[in-house]
């Protein structure tokens, strides 16, 4: 039986289609993501021309499903802090129904932060008896959760993904220090109730849930020995990935050859964010899981 699922998240649609195995486990049968910055003006609502990229970007995906022999009916597409937010989410919902036959939703931060968790479970080897710190980097909203292997003690949805830092400090080219400070009280103000939550379940390992993370894993980690749906790595080799990021210019990063060009603007808000909260929670370790919320989307029931 194959399944499909669609992540509708703020700078990019990712859609996965899985098969599951004799052993009941689910297998990657295809993958596809199309950028769409819905939030390019904010989260308030989506731009006549963000609007258009993601309907594009659904009708792609219906065409796919057909080639795939999929019904589009039967797929679970679900929206998160740029479709959640925007005044006209709904009236993006109802476009993709009309044109798609795909019937999409959003869905809370909670709910967010619980699909993480479930998608990374499925690819981290957990370490035992120990808290974790999930952080999951999107556009328009970052989650994190606290959690063991076997429960979930806190999450949370915060508006402080990556577009809207990268668009509201608009900083120079390189940062300037002053500029990544600025971000950092931003941040420290906004994440007080995370905070909170690691004075009661402290962590001294993290794991970054895709986006940014995959890019740490190009930069930090050998592709010849990094196991398939995870990397790790110690503090101090996320600092090295950090000072080649903010140091850089934009016609500098734009010749990385394993710097995606969907990632080039905001990939400094990315590092900026992630060293902050290694700092100020103390964490010492990381993983980086290849799987995410739209892995979690599949086990699902």
């Known amino acids: 039986m194959q399944k499909a699922v669609i992540d509708m998240g703020t700078n990019t649609f990712h859609m996965l289609v899985a098969e ?27 731009s006549p021309a963000g609007f258009q990229r993601g309907l594009s970007a659904m009708q792609e995906f ?43 939703r959003a869905i809370t931060g909670q709910e967010e932060a619980r699909l993480i968790y479930r998608g990374v479970r499925q690819a981290v080897p957990w370490p035992e008896e120990q808290t974790v710190l999930i952080m999951d980097i999107g556009g328009g ?6 959690a063991d292997k076997n429960q979930v003690f806190w999450e949370h949805s915060f508006n402080v993904g990556v577009a809207l830092l990268h668009r509201s400090f608009n900083y120079n080219d390189p940062v300037h ?7 950092e009280a931003f941040l420290n103000a906004s994440l007080e109730p995370l ?23 190009l930069f930090a980690l050998d592709p010849a020995t990094k196991p398939l ?25 734009l010749v990385m050859p394993l710097l ?42």
């Open 141 to 146: 909203s970052v989650e994190f959760i606290l």
């Open 229 to 253: 749906t995870y990397g790790y790595l110690e503090r101090a080799q996320f600092r090295a990935v950090y000072d080649l990021f903010v140091k850089s210019t934009l016609r500098e990063r």
């Open 20 to 46: 599951r195995n004799e052993e009941g486990e689910w297998v990657r049968k295809f993958g596809h993501r199309v950028y769409v910055k819905l939030a390019e003006e904010g989260l308030g609502e989506i």
């Open 62 to 104: 219906r065409t796919q499903l057909d080639n795939l022999g999929l019904d589009a009916t039967t797929v679970k597409a679900y929206g998160t802090a740029a479709l959640r937010s925007a005044a006209n989410g709904a009236d993006f919902f109802s476009s993709v129904l009309a044109t798609t036959g795909i019937a999409a």
């Open 260 to 301: 995606l060009p969907e990632r080039v603007d905001m990939v400094v808000a990315s590092v900026i964010l992630i060293r902050f909260i290694l700092e100020r929670a103390g964490i010492q370790e990381i993983y980086t899981s290849t799987y995410s919320m739209k892995e979690g989307m599949l086990v699902e029931e």
């Open 177 to 183: 220090p002053a500029e990544i400070m600025a971000i």
């Open 195 to 217: 905070w909170q939550a690691l004075a009661r379940y402290p962590s001294f390992i993290m794991v970054g849930a895709a986006g940014a993370f995959d890019t740490i894993d």
